[in-house]
Protein backbone atom coordinates (compact mmCIF):
# COMPACT_ATOMS: atom_id res chain seq x y z
CA UNK A 1 0.00 0.00 0.00
CA UNK A 2 1.63 3.16 -0.52
CA UNK A 3 1.33 6.52 0.83
CA UNK A 4 3.21 8.05 3.85
CA UNK A 5 3.48 6.66 7.26
CA UNK A 6 3.67 9.01 9.87
CA UNK A 7 4.14 9.24 13.79
CA UNK A 8 2.02 12.18 14.88
CA UNK A 9 2.69 13.78 18.82
CA UNK A 10 -0.46 15.84 18.99
CA UNK A 11 1.13 17.23 21.99
CA UNK A 12 -0.73 20.01 24.90
CA UNK A 13 2.40 22.38 23.80
CA UNK A 14 3.72 21.02 20.22
CA UNK A 15 2.88 18.50 17.70
CA UNK A 16 5.59 16.79 16.63
CA UNK A 17 5.54 14.70 12.85
CA UNK A 18 7.60 12.10 12.51
CA UNK A 19 7.81 10.01 8.77
CA UNK A 20 8.97 6.86 8.07
CA UNK A 21 12.70 7.29 6.28
CA UNK A 22 13.51 10.48 7.24
CA UNK A 23 12.69 11.06 11.05
CA UNK A 24 11.46 14.20 12.36
CA UNK A 25 10.03 16.46 9.97
CA UNK A 26 7.53 18.74 11.74
CA UNK A 27 8.23 20.41 15.42
CA UNK A 28 5.48 23.14 15.86
CA UNK A 29 3.74 25.19 18.80
CA UNK A 30 -0.22 23.48 18.74
CA UNK A 31 -1.22 26.79 17.99
CA UNK A 32 -3.31 28.95 15.25
CA UNK A 33 -4.60 32.15 14.99
CA UNK A 34 -7.79 32.49 13.35
CA UNK A 35 -9.58 36.00 12.36
CA UNK A 36 -12.18 36.90 14.82
CA UNK A 37 -14.30 38.39 12.01
CA UNK A 38 -14.12 35.30 9.68
CA UNK A 39 -12.76 32.62 11.85
CA UNK A 40 -10.20 32.44 8.53
CA UNK A 41 -7.33 30.80 9.89
CA UNK A 42 -4.43 33.31 9.25
CA UNK A 43 -1.37 30.72 9.95
CA UNK A 44 -0.27 27.82 12.77
CA UNK A 45 2.74 26.60 14.64
CA UNK A 46 5.64 28.79 15.07
CA UNK A 47 4.15 32.06 13.42
CA UNK A 48 1.08 31.95 15.53
CA UNK A 49 2.73 31.68 18.46
CA UNK A 50 4.57 34.54 18.63
CA UNK A 51 1.45 36.17 17.93
CA UNK A 52 0.61 35.36 21.81
CA UNK A 53 0.03 38.33 23.99
CA UNK A 54 0.79 40.60 21.26
CA UNK A 55 -2.28 40.09 18.86
CA UNK A 56 -4.68 42.86 17.87
CA UNK A 57 -8.28 42.28 19.17
CA UNK A 58 -8.87 41.34 15.58
CA UNK A 59 -7.48 37.81 15.93
CA UNK A 60 -6.97 35.13 18.67
CA UNK A 61 -4.39 32.93 19.14
CA UNK A 62 -6.20 29.30 20.11
CA UNK A 63 -4.15 26.55 21.49
CA UNK A 64 -6.77 23.79 21.12
CA UNK A 65 -5.03 20.94 23.25
CA UNK A 66 -5.71 21.11 26.82
CA UNK A 67 -4.32 18.48 29.16
CA UNK A 68 -3.11 16.30 25.82
CA UNK A 69 -6.80 16.08 24.57
CA UNK A 70 -8.61 17.97 22.29
CA UNK A 71 -10.17 20.78 23.82
CA UNK A 72 -11.35 22.87 21.05
CA UNK A 73 -12.30 20.00 18.14
CA UNK A 74 -12.88 22.67 14.86
CA UNK A 75 -9.44 23.92 15.56
CA UNK A 76 -7.59 21.21 16.22
CA UNK A 77 -8.64 19.87 12.78
CA UNK A 78 -7.81 22.53 11.36
CA UNK A 79 -3.86 22.55 12.90
CA UNK A 80 -3.76 19.24 12.40
CA UNK A 81 -4.75 19.99 8.03
CA UNK A 82 -2.04 22.53 8.48
CA UNK A 83 0.69 20.63 9.63
CA UNK A 84 0.09 17.32 7.78
CA UNK A 85 -0.23 19.16 4.50
CA UNK A 86 3.39 20.64 5.46
CA UNK A 87 5.27 17.60 5.70
CA UNK A 88 3.02 15.93 2.63
CA UNK A 89 0.97 16.95 0.01
CA UNK A 90 -0.98 13.60 -0.93
CA UNK A 91 -2.22 13.69 -4.66
CA UNK A 92 -3.28 9.84 -4.70
CA UNK A 93 -2.13 8.34 -1.85
CA UNK A 94 -3.61 9.41 1.98
CA UNK A 95 -0.73 8.72 5.00
CA UNK A 96 -1.50 6.49 7.49
CA UNK A 97 -0.34 7.32 10.76
CA UNK A 98 0.39 6.22 14.48
CA UNK A 99 -0.76 9.14 17.15
CA UNK A 100 0.40 9.41 20.80
CA UNK A 101 -2.40 9.90 22.88
CA UNK A 102 -2.44 10.29 26.84
CA UNK A 103 -3.65 6.50 29.14
CA UNK A 104 -6.20 9.40 31.29
CA UNK A 105 -8.14 9.67 27.55
CA UNK A 106 -11.55 8.70 27.86
CA UNK A 107 -13.32 6.78 24.81
CA UNK A 108 -15.31 10.33 23.83
CA UNK A 109 -11.69 12.35 23.76
CA UNK A 110 -10.33 9.25 21.69
CA UNK A 111 -12.84 9.53 19.13
CA UNK A 112 -12.20 13.69 18.75
CA UNK A 113 -9.01 12.55 18.08
CA UNK A 114 -9.59 9.66 15.09
CA UNK A 115 -12.31 12.65 13.63
CA UNK A 116 -9.91 15.21 13.65
CA UNK A 117 -6.95 12.70 11.93
CA UNK A 118 -9.63 11.29 9.35
CA UNK A 119 -10.51 15.16 8.65
CA UNK A 120 -6.88 16.01 8.17
CA UNK A 121 -6.52 13.47 5.78
CA UNK A 122 -5.09 10.63 6.90
CA UNK A 123 -6.31 7.28 5.77
CA UNK A 124 -5.86 4.25 8.58
CA UNK A 125 -4.61 5.65 12.08
CA UNK A 126 -3.34 3.68 15.20
CA UNK A 127 -3.22 5.18 18.10
CA UNK A 128 -0.46 4.22 20.70
CA UNK A 129 -0.56 4.82 24.66
CA UNK A 130 2.16 8.25 25.26
CA UNK A 131 4.31 6.50 28.04
CA UNK A 132 4.75 3.34 25.67
CA UNK A 133 5.74 6.04 22.41
CA UNK A 134 8.04 7.57 25.12
CA UNK A 135 9.73 4.49 26.07
CA UNK A 136 10.21 3.58 22.67
CA UNK A 137 11.33 6.92 21.29
CA UNK A 138 13.89 6.68 24.07
CA UNK A 139 15.17 3.54 22.63
CA UNK A 140 14.06 1.12 25.60
CA UNK A 141 13.55 -2.10 24.47
CA UNK A 142 10.17 -2.86 25.91
CA UNK A 143 9.94 -6.15 24.61
CA UNK A 144 12.07 -8.26 27.08
CA UNK A 145 11.06 -9.64 29.67
CA UNK A 146 12.52 -7.20 31.85
CA UNK A 147 11.25 -4.05 33.16
CA UNK A 148 12.09 -0.72 32.30
CA UNK A 149 10.15 2.55 33.84
CA UNK A 150 9.94 5.38 31.58
CA UNK A 151 8.13 8.70 32.97
CA UNK A 152 6.55 11.85 30.39
CA UNK A 153 7.09 14.75 31.71
CA UNK A 154 4.96 16.84 29.30
CA UNK A 155 3.00 20.36 29.01
CA UNK A 156 -0.27 19.27 29.87
CA UNK A 157 -0.13 15.56 31.23
CA UNK A 158 2.39 13.48 33.10
CA UNK A 159 2.43 9.81 31.76
CA UNK A 160 4.89 7.11 33.95
CA UNK A 161 4.48 3.16 33.42
CA UNK A 162 6.78 0.25 33.90
CA UNK A 163 6.64 -1.75 30.95
CA UNK A 164 7.47 -5.53 30.37
CA UNK A 165 7.60 -7.97 27.51
CA UNK A 166 5.29 -5.19 25.45
CA UNK A 167 2.89 -4.68 27.93
CA UNK A 168 2.44 -2.12 30.64
CA UNK A 169 2.76 -3.38 34.19
CA UNK A 170 1.80 -0.19 36.63
CA UNK A 171 1.10 3.19 34.98
CA UNK A 172 -0.32 6.65 36.29
CA UNK A 173 -1.22 9.24 34.26
CA UNK A 174 -1.53 12.44 35.56
CA UNK A 175 -3.36 15.77 34.11
CA UNK A 176 -0.79 17.80 35.41
CA UNK A 177 2.82 18.77 33.79
CA UNK A 178 5.59 21.47 32.95
CA UNK A 179 2.86 23.89 32.04
CA UNK A 180 1.75 24.26 35.76
CA UNK A 181 5.22 24.74 36.91
CA UNK A 182 4.83 28.44 34.53
CA UNK A 183 1.29 29.07 36.25
CA UNK A 184 2.89 28.85 39.71
CA UNK A 185 5.43 31.21 38.54
CA UNK A 186 3.15 33.78 37.19
CA UNK A 187 1.34 33.52 40.69
CA UNK A 188 4.47 33.67 42.86
CA UNK A 189 5.57 37.05 40.51
CA UNK A 190 2.79 38.62 41.36
CA UNK A 191 2.48 37.85 44.95
CA UNK A 192 5.91 37.96 46.11
CA UNK A 193 7.21 40.94 43.58
CA UNK A 194 4.28 42.75 42.63
CA UNK A 195 5.23 41.72 38.96
CA UNK A 196 2.90 41.02 36.08
CA UNK A 197 3.80 38.38 33.51
CA UNK A 198 2.19 36.49 30.91
CA UNK A 199 3.06 32.66 30.77
CA UNK A 200 5.85 32.99 28.01
CA UNK A 201 7.90 35.30 30.21
CA UNK A 202 7.24 32.82 33.29
CA UNK A 203 8.01 29.55 30.75
CA UNK A 204 11.52 31.57 30.49
CA UNK A 205 11.96 32.21 33.72
CA UNK A 206 11.43 28.56 34.58
CA UNK A 207 14.33 27.40 31.60
CA UNK A 208 16.29 29.87 32.65
CA UNK A 209 16.45 29.80 36.42
CA UNK A 210 14.08 26.61 37.68
CA UNK A 211 15.63 24.31 39.71
CA UNK A 212 14.11 21.49 40.76
CA UNK A 213 16.80 21.23 43.72
CA UNK A 214 20.41 22.49 44.35
CA UNK A 215 19.56 26.15 43.32
CA UNK A 216 22.78 27.43 42.47
CA UNK A 217 24.26 30.18 45.35
CA UNK A 218 22.71 33.34 44.57
CA UNK A 219 21.16 32.92 41.02
CA UNK A 220 18.82 35.76 39.72
CA UNK A 221 17.35 36.63 36.76
CA UNK A 222 16.05 40.29 35.65
CA UNK A 223 12.42 39.57 34.58
CA UNK A 224 10.46 42.22 32.45
CA UNK A 225 6.71 43.19 33.24
CA UNK A 226 4.07 45.07 34.73
CA UNK A 227 4.07 46.16 38.50
CA UNK A 228 0.67 45.50 39.93
CA UNK A 229 0.34 48.44 41.67
CA UNK A 230 1.66 51.57 39.42
CA UNK A 231 0.95 49.41 36.18
CA UNK A 232 3.68 50.27 34.26
CA UNK A 233 6.76 48.61 33.46
CA UNK A 234 9.40 47.04 35.23
CA UNK A 235 12.08 44.78 35.30
CA UNK A 236 12.52 43.09 38.56
CA UNK A 237 15.58 40.87 39.44
CA UNK A 238 14.11 37.39 40.76
CA UNK A 239 15.31 35.43 42.72
CA UNK A 240 15.93 31.38 41.43
CA UNK A 241 15.26 30.48 45.15
CA UNK A 242 11.74 32.06 44.65
CA UNK A 243 11.18 29.49 41.81
CA UNK A 244 12.38 26.87 43.46
CA UNK A 245 9.98 26.88 46.19
CA UNK A 246 7.01 27.40 44.13
CA UNK A 247 7.46 24.59 41.91
CA UNK A 248 7.45 22.39 44.92
CA UNK A 249 4.27 21.43 44.65
CA UNK A 250 3.61 20.46 41.31
CA UNK A 251 6.84 18.38 42.01
CA UNK A 252 5.77 16.85 44.56
CA UNK A 253 2.82 15.68 42.60
CA UNK A 254 5.01 14.32 40.00
CA UNK A 255 7.44 12.27 43.30
CA UNK A 256 3.71 10.69 44.31
CA UNK A 257 2.56 9.98 40.78
CA UNK A 258 6.06 7.75 40.37
CA UNK A 259 5.68 6.50 44.16
CA UNK A 260 2.33 4.76 43.15
CA UNK A 261 3.24 3.16 39.66
CA UNK A 262 6.93 1.34 42.34
CA UNK A 263 3.83 0.69 44.60
CA UNK A 264 1.54 -0.85 42.42
CA UNK A 265 4.11 -2.82 40.60
CA UNK A 266 5.25 -6.70 41.12
CA UNK A 267 7.93 -6.73 43.18
CA UNK A 268 10.40 -8.91 40.86
CA UNK A 269 10.34 -5.45 38.27
CA UNK A 270 10.54 -3.22 40.84
CA UNK A 271 13.85 -4.96 41.47
CA UNK A 272 14.66 -4.56 37.46
CA UNK A 273 13.93 -0.89 37.82
CA UNK A 274 16.20 -0.38 40.74
CA UNK A 275 18.83 -2.06 38.66
CA UNK A 276 18.55 -0.30 35.65
CA UNK A 277 16.90 3.55 36.61
CA UNK A 278 14.48 5.55 35.66
CA UNK A 279 14.11 7.06 31.97
CA UNK A 280 12.65 10.39 31.85
CA UNK A 281 10.96 12.06 28.76
CA UNK A 282 8.90 15.01 27.84
CA UNK A 283 10.24 18.37 27.62
CA UNK A 284 9.46 18.83 31.40
CA UNK A 285 12.42 16.86 31.67
CA UNK A 286 14.67 19.46 30.97
CA UNK A 287 13.82 21.32 34.21
CA UNK A 288 17.51 21.84 35.71
CA UNK A 289 18.40 19.07 38.18
CA UNK A 290 14.78 17.15 38.15
CA UNK A 291 16.68 13.87 37.65
CA UNK A 292 18.51 14.52 40.23
CA UNK A 293 15.86 15.14 43.25
CA UNK A 294 13.88 12.29 41.56
CA UNK A 295 16.45 10.17 41.81
CA UNK A 296 17.32 11.14 45.62
CA UNK A 297 13.36 10.77 46.31
CA UNK A 298 13.06 7.41 44.99
CA UNK A 299 16.32 5.89 45.61
CA UNK A 300 16.79 4.86 41.89
CA UNK A 301 19.12 6.36 39.40
CA UNK A 302 16.65 8.48 37.01
CA UNK A 303 18.19 9.99 33.84
CA UNK A 304 17.28 12.01 30.82
CA UNK A 305 16.62 10.39 27.75
CA UNK A 306 18.44 11.79 24.62
CA UNK A 307 16.60 14.78 23.34
CA UNK A 308 13.74 13.68 25.57
CA UNK A 309 10.57 16.13 24.02
CA UNK A 310 11.29 14.26 20.78
CA UNK A 311 10.81 10.42 22.49
CA UNK A 312 7.20 10.65 22.00
CA UNK A 313 7.43 11.79 18.22
CA UNK A 314 10.40 9.12 17.73
CA UNK A 315 8.84 6.12 19.41
CA UNK A 316 5.28 6.83 17.72
CA UNK A 317 6.70 6.79 14.23
CA UNK A 318 8.85 3.96 15.25
CA UNK A 319 5.86 2.14 16.33
CA UNK A 320 4.78 2.34 12.77
CA UNK A 321 6.46 -1.08 11.74
CA UNK A 322 4.27 -2.71 14.21
CA UNK A 323 1.32 -1.67 12.74
CA UNK A 324 -0.71 -5.16 12.57
CA UNK A 325 1.66 -6.99 14.52
CA UNK A 326 0.40 -8.37 17.87
CA UNK A 327 3.95 -6.83 19.56
CA UNK A 328 2.79 -4.26 21.47
CA UNK A 329 -0.34 -2.61 23.02
CA UNK A 330 -0.21 -0.78 19.93
CA UNK A 331 -2.58 -2.34 18.25
CA UNK A 332 -5.34 -2.51 20.80
CA UNK A 333 -6.57 0.93 18.83
CA UNK A 334 -6.71 0.52 15.38
CA UNK A 335 -8.80 2.40 13.35
CA UNK A 336 -9.14 1.89 9.37
CA UNK A 337 -10.56 4.83 7.41
CA UNK A 338 -9.68 3.27 4.11
CA UNK A 339 -13.90 2.78 3.04
CA UNK A 340 -14.18 6.49 2.99
CA UNK A 341 -10.89 7.35 1.80
CA UNK A 342 -11.21 8.07 -1.81
CA UNK A 343 -7.77 7.19 -2.83
N1 LIG B 1 14.72 23.63 29.08
C1 LIG B 1 13.55 23.42 29.67
N2 LIG B 1 13.44 23.50 31.02
C2 LIG B 1 12.25 23.31 31.61
N3 LIG B 1 11.10 23.02 30.95
C3 LIG B 1 11.16 22.93 29.62
C4 LIG B 1 12.38 23.11 28.90
N4 LIG B 1 12.13 22.97 27.57
C5 LIG B 1 10.81 22.70 27.46
N5 LIG B 1 10.23 22.68 28.68
C6 LIG B 1 8.81 22.48 28.99
O1 LIG B 1 8.38 21.25 28.46
C7 LIG B 1 6.99 21.33 28.12
C8 LIG B 1 6.80 20.79 26.71
O2 LIG B 1 7.11 19.44 26.75
P1 LIG B 1 6.55 18.43 25.65
O3 LIG B 1 6.91 18.95 24.31
O4 LIG B 1 7.01 17.08 26.02
O5 LIG B 1 4.98 18.61 25.91
P2 LIG B 1 3.75 18.11 25.03
O6 LIG B 1 4.08 16.82 24.40
O7 LIG B 1 3.33 19.23 24.12
O8 LIG B 1 2.64 17.98 26.15
P3 LIG B 1 1.79 16.72 26.66
O9 LIG B 1 2.60 15.49 26.40
O10 LIG B 1 1.60 16.98 28.12
O11 LIG B 1 0.51 16.77 25.91
C9 LIG B 1 6.59 22.80 28.22
O12 LIG B 1 5.87 23.03 29.42
C10 LIG B 1 7.95 23.52 28.27
O13 LIG B 1 7.89 24.71 29.02
MG1 LIG C 1 3.85 14.84 25.00
Redesign the pocket.
Given at each position: MAGAKLGI??????V?IYMEGAGIVLREP?VIAVDCVTDRMICGGQEAYEMIGREPPSIKVVAP?E??TISDYDYAERMLKHFVRQVCSYRFFKPRATISV?TSVTEAETRSVIQAITAAGIRQATLIE?HVAAAIGAGLDISQPHATMVV????????AAVLSVGGIAAQASLRT???D??DSIVRMLRTEYNLLVGKQTA?RV??NI?YAVDVPKGLTMDVPGRDSVSGLPVVRTVSADAVHDCIQETLNVLDAAIHGVLENCPPDLVGDIYTDGIVL????A???NLDKRLSHYIGTECRVADC??DC?ATGTGMALRYMGSTMYSVNQFEYDFAEWADD
Open positions: DLGTSKAALHGPEDFGAGTTDGSNLDEKKGTGGGLLHPAV
